[in-house]
């Protein structure tokens, strides 16, 4: 039996390396060599949420990194729209669109996954992009109505939803037997 070596074995030297290029980045900017760089504190939250997307997605990390991840990106994303080019009156007009993104990635994630996990997730997945895509035109102004008066006459739709959905599982469960 061949004795196994440590699972990272330069995890020190990144971690070193990156804490070496922070302290640099930060003494540059508190010597007043960079100006403008508090616009972009957000990028820390994005890129560490990416990377914690990135560990679950392709390295089979722990599942509560989903969350985590998704919490961070999208929180950076924000942050850094709102400190850089967006103003507060932009970001809510658009703000279903992180809806989406959330539910995307919990059906991506989801997809991973098999059984009672995957319709755990990908349902509340899909749930989460419809409703961010009902939204979405009234944020924007596509729709003019108001979303109350639109949600009082359309509601039934729901009903004609469900029935493909129902439909679909039935012709894709008689297509397996």
Known sequence: MVAKGPRYPNKYLVFSIVLILIGIVL???TGGYLRGLEALWPVLPLVLGLGFLYAVFLRNARQSYVFLGMFLALGGAVMLLMTTVMTRVDLIRIWPVFMTVTGVSLVAYGMKKRGVRRISLTIPGYAIVVLSLVFLPFSLDLIRDDFIEAVGTWWPSLFVVLGVVLLFVYF????RD
Not at 172 to 175: A, L, V, Y
């Open 27 to 29: 003494l540059l900017w």
């Open 172 to 175: 894709s469960r008689r297509q």
